[in-house]
Each structure stands twice: as C-alpha cells, then as structure tokens.
C-alpha cells in the first residue's frame, strides 16, 4: 500500500513551521514502508483576513470573527493542496484546521523534531495500523 505524507519545513530537514505559515509542503511517498521525497507543493492563497475587514464585514461576517470570519464550512486552500495525503506533518495545527483535515480522513501530527525521525515513526505507526495490529507493546 502506498501512500503520502506531507511535512511543513523550511530547510528540509527539522519540522520547523505551523500549518499556518508553511509556504509549502513537501511531499513524501510512503510504499511497503521505505519512503521517499517526491514533491513540493507550494501554497499560492494568502488566507489570513485583516481584523478591520472582518469587523467591517468584509469577510460576510458583520458580528466580527467569531465564527471563522464567514467562511465556515470552507476548506483552507492549504487543506485542499495536500487533500491526496494520509497525513501532514506540523509544528503546530490550529483547531480549525485539524477539523477541516479529519473531514478529508487526513491525520495531522504536531511535532517538533526531525523529518527523518518523525517519517520513520509515523510509518511505524502505520505499518502496524495496517496490518491490524495492537499499538501497546
């Protein structure tokens, strides 16, 4: 079984940037446990809403932000561009968005550590999951 891991880093090798403010991912294919950097995908949509403009009701929202600034039940642009993964990989991810990652059956991991550590890890977990196996030693 093969499947896609994508991981916010800004030099490659330390999972150093939230969900937030990656620019891009990158992408690692995971087949029968041995993966492999296959892409980058650089996100284009700038999503942050100003304060002003969202209590003026710019957003659709004229109440303020409380409720996601109108655009609830929306999918981040971000969520969408990674929407072919079985997880991504953050420092930190926002409530918010993990919601939006769990409607597309995506599971978010926040760590702080190593790309290589944390893919071997999670590969494991999978690998386990897969072949039905318990998590406890």
Known sequence: MSYKIAVASSDGENIN????SAKSFVIYEVT???????EERISDAEETVSKNNC???????????????????EAS????????????VCKKIGFHIQKQLERKA???????CTIEE???????YYSRIDRHESLRK
Do not use: P, W
């Not at 029968?32 to 296959?38: C, E, H, M």
């Not at 209590?55 to 039940?73: D, F, I, L, P, T």
């Open 17 to 20: 940037e939230t969900f937030g």
């Open 32 to 38: 029968n446990g041995v993966y492999q950097r296959t």
């Open 55 to 73: 209590n003026s009701g710019g957003c659709g929202n004229a109440g303020g932000c409380s409720s996601g600034c109108g655009r609830q039940g």
């Open 77 to 88: 642009s971000k969520v969408e561009l990674i929407s072919d993964c079985r997880a991504v």
């Open 106 to 112: 995506i599971s978010a991991f926040d760590v702080n």
């Open 118 to 124: 944390t893919i071997d890890k999670i590969t494991a």
